[in-house]
Structure formats: C-alpha cells, structure tokens
C-alpha cells in the first residue's frame, strides 16, 4: 500500500509539471491527496486506542514480551537439573523376600529319609547405602534366613541365621576433592547462574528496544504534525501564486516550483504516516501477547514527552558499572568458572585409586532342637506305618 500511495504521489507531481498551464488540475489534485491523508486519521478513531507512558510500556513488556516469557523458564529448568544432580546424594532403601522350596526323592538308605527329602528356605533383608557430599560412602545391610528340612541327617529344624554388614569406604587421592557427582553438581550450579544472566540480558535488551519504540514511535507522530504544517503553507503559497497568474502578476511558468513543493509534501506526508504504523507495530509486537483481542488494531498513542536534561557523565563509575554488570562479561567469567571445574576434576582423575575402607560384620544362629526331635518322631512313626503297609500288601501277593 505504501509503494502505491508513493507512486501515485509521483504520478501527481509529474502530471502538475506537465500540466502547467491548468491551475485548476493542480488544485483538483491537491485537495484529492489532502483528503486522502485527512481521511486517515478518520479510519483510525473507530479503532480503541491504548494510552500509555513509557514506563507502563516497559511494565507492559515485562510481563507479556514472548521472549522474556520465554527466557524465563530456563532458570526453572536448571533448577531441575540441580536437584538431579543432587540426588546421587540421597540415601537408597532396598528389601528383598524370597522363599524356596526342594523335594528330593530317597535313592538310597543315606538320603537322609525314608521316601524324600524337603528343604525349604525363607530369606529377607533390608539395605540402605548413600553416597555422601564429600566423596565418602557407607552400606549397611541386615539379611535373615530360616532353614527347615527333613532329612535324618540334620538334628536342628528349623533353623534360623542373621547377618549385619556394615561398610564405609573413603577416598584418599582421586576422588577425594572432587568426584563426578561433585563435578555434576558444580557444573550445574553455575548453569543456573548462566541462566539468571542470560534472562537479566534479555531484560535489558528489551526494555531498552521497547524506549526506542517508544520515543520512535512518539517522534513519527510529531514529525506527521510537521509534516502536515509543510503541506498546508505549500498549499497556501500555490493558491497565492494563482492569483499573481490569474491577475497577471506573475508568468504561468512560474507556478511549476510552487506546484513540485505541493507533491513533494504530499509525499512527506505519506511517508511520515507509514512510519507510524511500522514504528506502532514494532512496539506492539513487544509490548503485547499476540494472543490477545484487538492485537493488530489497537492504536497506540504515547502520553510522555521526551526529557531534555544536561547529565553529568563520571567515565570511571561508568567502566566500572560496565565491568561488573555487563552481561557478556558476565557469561565470560561463567564459561572460564566452568572450564576451571572440568579442569580440576580431570586432574583429580590422574592420581591413583587409593581408599580406606572399614568394615563390620556380625552373624548369628539360632536352633530348635525340641521341635527338631518331636519332627523326627513324627517322620520316624509315619515311616514305620509306611513300611508295616508294604509288608501287608506283599503278605497279601503271597497268598
């Protein structure tokens, strides 16, 4: 649209050279592209428009900019990563229950029994192990069994076993400063610095896109009201300049200048309007959520007039605010914090694999013999029960 009303004021302005000696084309022109740009605003007062200061623009930014939203969920992400890293750390609970059972056919008189032999096993435990901060690490584990059997052999059924082990182990040279998990963990905190001066640059660098915008977008608005006071004393001093022709003042080549004047503010005018809308859409793209009503046809109109203030500059306290608050800089020195970390924890990695270790184990057994003798009497008077039917039956067969 901005090329068209360009070529069409091109058009105008050549078509007034040409036609010098109509005045009432020109001015039949003019007024169809002052009317044109008097229509604008026109068009515009349907739309709602949003007032605001420059400060309720950065507000604005600050809460629904996509790329401040957008930067400002990394931080969070890095927080995740963190505690990932920090739980290697945790303790570890671990139980386990298993039972088993064997049933062994007698083959022999040294079986251990008559008919079979039935063993069975119950078994469970509990473990806890933890890796600590400073590179240690403790196990500790208590496991029960109860044994039970029938064979003749064995005089103790059931039986009963416990053990408790309980082991920590320290590193002396690698791993000792700094381990992988320690490395991990370090690393990660310092991306999560990263991310805090990432998201501090993104701050900046849009609150200081969206003052630009705003005093641009305030000085396009000023420069259209210039720009229409042009036009109008152009204006003005062609309609002078027909009446020196139609009297007889002034030489009808003479009107050619004031008429070039005309279409040359013609298209100021146009081009100030233009600039505008890009300068209007560059600060609503910052400003608003896309997602919101009347995004692309709410008009903005800045409410804050530029300051002019003389301000004393101190070169010293502005080197130094830049060295300490400069994000870059700061993003540097985080890059060098991290290389420093890989780089002693490599180091770390070349010395030997010396640890010191102690233990402590104890294990206990308990029997029942009572219940073992009267299991045995039990088993020893269905085996003699077993033996007299197989007697009987073999009587039988014989006769």
Do not use: C
């Amino acid at each position: 649209m901005y090329r068209l009303l360009l070529g069409a004021v091109t058009a105008v302005a050549i078509a007034a050279l040409v036609m010098s000696a109509a005045p009432a084309s020109a001015q039949s022109s003019s007024f169809s592209i002052s009317s044109l740009t008097a229509q604008a605003p026109a068009a515009s007062t349907a739309e709602p428009v949003k007032r605001l200061s420059i400060d309720e623009a950065v507000l604005l930014a600050l809460e629904q900019n996509l790329g401040i939203r957008i930067q400002r969920i990394d931080p969070q992400i890095q927080d995740i990563v963190i505690a990932q890293s920090r739980s290697f750390w945790a303790p570890n609970l671990n139980a386990n229950f298993s039972r088993n059972g064997q049933t062994q056919q007698s083959t022999s008189s040294l079986s251990g029994g008559a008919l079979s032999v039935e063993n069975g096993r119950f078994a469970n435990g509990v473990g806890l192990s933890q890796l600590l901060p400073w590179g240690g690490a403790y196990r500790a584990n208590w496991n029960n069994n109860r044994d039970t059997t029938t064979s003749l052999f064995l005089n103790f059924s059931p039986q009963l076993q416990s053990a408790v082990n309980l082991n920590y182990t320290q590193p002396l040279l690698r791993d000792f400063k700094i381990d992988q998990v320690r490395q991990q963990v370090q690393l990660s905190s310092k991306l999560r610095e990263l991310s805090d001066v990432q998201l501090q640059a993104v701050i900046v660098q849009t609150t200081r896109n969206v003052k630009t915008a705003y005093w641009d977008l305030s000085y396009a608005i000023n420069n259209v009201t210039a720009q229409r006071q042009s036009l109008e004393l152009a204006e003005r001093s062609l309609r002078d300049n027909q009446r020196r022709v139609e009297v007889g003042t002034m030489a009808p080549i003479d009107i050619i200048q004031a008429q070039a004047e005309v279409a040359t503010n013609e298209q100021n005018v146009i081009v100030a309007e233009a600039e505008i809308k890009r300068n209007e859409d560059r600060l609503r793209a910052l400003i608003f959520d896309p997602d919101m009503a009347n995004f692309w046809t709410t008009t903005l109109e800045p409410t804050d007039a530029a300051p002019y203030e003389e301000q004393a500059i101190d070169v010293d306290a502005a080197i130094r605010n830049a060295l300490d608050k400069r994000s870059d800089l700061n993003q540097i020195k985080n890059s060098l914090a991290q290389n420093d970390i890989n780089i002693r924890y490599f180091r770390n990695q070349r010395l030997p694999d010396i640890a010191a270790s102690v233990s402590y184990i104890a294990t206990g057994t308990q029997r029942h013999a009572a219940e073992s003798r009267r299991f045995l009497v039990d088993y020893v008077r269905r085996h003699s029960r077993a033996n007299r039917g197989r007697q009987s039956q073999l009587q039988l067969r014989s006769r």
